[in-house]
């Protein structure tokens, strides 16, 4: 037990620092490392098992909406990120590029794919001739650097991975269902396999996509109340098209212009899951994704009390297999170290086998989120512990919503919104004119944005309401918060 505490307490305390001790959590969880290189994250086995669970349950959900994978190259020629210009103003300060190769100078410099639009053009442009040719729903699974510079593990780093959707239609009708319909599958992976509720909406033209259309995202609250902006979904209307060429022969004769989307969810989700779940003594995972649903700690005394205790704890582990995600800790560590450990790893449930389970044919359960302890025999177990993983992922969801709804206030008055974000934590909904220059004056004066233009507006409208602002004529409500 003693080990427990000192291994507890070697965590900055979530209330004073929460910074700190998520920098900790990372490194003491074994999810990242710091890499060589600044602002780069070396992803641990643990912390990579989380991102292949995240990758596995988005592609199952992407390939039920007719998405296939690709794969395109990580070196992007300068010419072809010059070729739209809104969209290389707005990466530039990012890009890293290469000028020499082999010890020879190039002749055209490349860029390190800080994201794939201009390359998925030149391609589509050639793939594209006729209006059978469409759409083309194409996903990469790949990483992307962009030369940040205040960097942080999983949230904002100079080399990190993702799945970059990039798809092409007939008409800027499809292209906008495709956005939303893709924005609508972050939404149900965040709410539903992550336990993160998120809101969604559309960005405003400061925050929008370089480049696109209407960028919409989904944005989550994290444990101190800020804004994590968790997956982006651009209909880039025309823009690249015209840009790369992408036509096509319609069936009236004509020769159009495709109109394009691109959608996007990265390692920061992991920062997320880490932000919204976390306590004082390490990290929760929603079962749904955690590497490690069960882990079966076994406990014995006395040298003779051990064969009988692995025996079942072997058995146990083969009844489950392929039922739960489960591991087995057979170190030399002591139970309560290990206790503690599992605990700060975030292990949903704990699995006890010691010498009286033996004899009563039966385990301890003992949930990560609420600590409750429970005895089941094991012939129940595979019935039990699918359900209690079940209530362990709503437990999480609906503590995290309460949070949410408990830290998202609304005012009409500038003072008050300024109060609200000085003294409380979280989003600020505002009545809104949607003033760019106005939205720049108030990031400068509060550091706070508009996350989101919410789907979900007034259903009375905004007739006679003026703008928190500047007091001119509100058009739409929209959420404002201070952010990661």
Known sequence: MANEEKYVEELADKEDDFSEWYNELVIKAQLADYAPVRGCMIIRPYGYALWENIQHTLDTRFKETDVVNAYFPLFIPKSFLEREAEHVEGFAPEVAWVTRGGGEELEEPLAVRPTSETIIGYSYAKWVQSYRDLPILINLWNNVVRWEKRTKLFLRTAEFLWQEGHTAHRSLEEAEERTRMMLDVYRSFAEEDAAIPVFTGRKSENEKFAGALRTYSIEAMMGDGKALQSGTSHNLGQNFAK??????????????????????????????????????????????????????????????????????????????????RVTVDLSENT??????????????????????????????????????KEFVGVDALTERLPVLLEEIQKALYDKAKKFRDEHTYYTDNYDEFKQILEEKRGFVRVPWSEDSAAELKIKEETKATVRVIPFDQPAEGMQGKKCFYTGNPATCEALFARSY
């Open 335 to 372: 139970p309560g170290w290990k206790f503690a450990e599992y605990e700060m790893r975030g292990v949903p449930v704990r699995m006890e086998i010691g010498p009286r389970d033996v004899q009563n044919n039966s385990v301890v359960l003992v949930r990560r989120d609420s600590r409750a």
């Open 243 to 324: 840009s790369f060429d992408i036509q096509y022969l319609d069936s009236d004769g004509q020769r159009k212009y495709c109109s394009t989307t691109s959608w996007g969810l990265s390692t920061r989700m992991i920062g997320g899951i880490i932000m919204v779940h976390g306590d004082k003594n390490g990290l929760i995972f929603p079962p749904r994704l955690a590497p490690h649903q069960v882990v079966i700690v076994p406990i014995w005394r006395k040298e003779e009390e051990k064969v009988a205790v692995l025996e079942m704890v072997e058995r146990v582990k083969k009844l489950l297999k392929g039922k739960v």
